[in-house]
Nanobody, 122 residues
Framework: QVQLVESGGGLVETGGSLRPSCAAS????????MGWFRQAPGKEREFVAA????????VYADSVKGRFTISRDNAKNTVYLQMNNLKPEDTAVYYC???????????????WGQGTQVTVSS
């Protein structure tokens, strides 16, 4: 079992930055690829970014490329999402997720966090 707890969301103005983090329980964090997804009100959940076991491979949604950076610290069992140049359309609940071994852009992850709200004001 892996438990994921997100933090670091909040309210920010257009053009601002936030850095949500996701802390994972357990001693096998380095065995999991990690992903960030988001869900805005009235919309389906969508992929944001993912990172491989050793951080050697990352993938991003086109809508966040060049603005968001996913990273991980396996010694701290934590994954981060640095979000720069935020836009109102980035407003959503952001979820982190863990998947055994292989990176994925799809929602086929094994464990999910409870989410953290990110609101970008115009």
């Amino acid at each position: 079992q892996v438990q994921l707890v997100e933090s670091g969301g909040g309210l920010v103005e257009t053009g601002g930055s936030l850095r949500p983090s996701c802390a994972a329980s357990g001693r096998t964090f380095s065995s999991y690829a990690m992903g960030w997804f988001r869900q805005a009100p009235g919309k389906e959940r969508e992929f944001v970014a993912a990172i491989s076991l050793s951080a050697g491979n990352t993938v991003y949604a086109d809508s966040v490329k060049g603005r968001f950076t996913i990273s991980r610290d396996n010694a701290k069992n934590t994954v981060y999402l640095q979000m720069n140049n935020l836009k109102p359309e980035d407003t959503a609940v952001y979820y982190c997720a863990a998947r055994r071994f292989t990176i994925s852009q799809y929602g086929n992850y094994d464990y999910w966090g409870q989410g953290t709200q990110v609101t970008v004001s115009s």
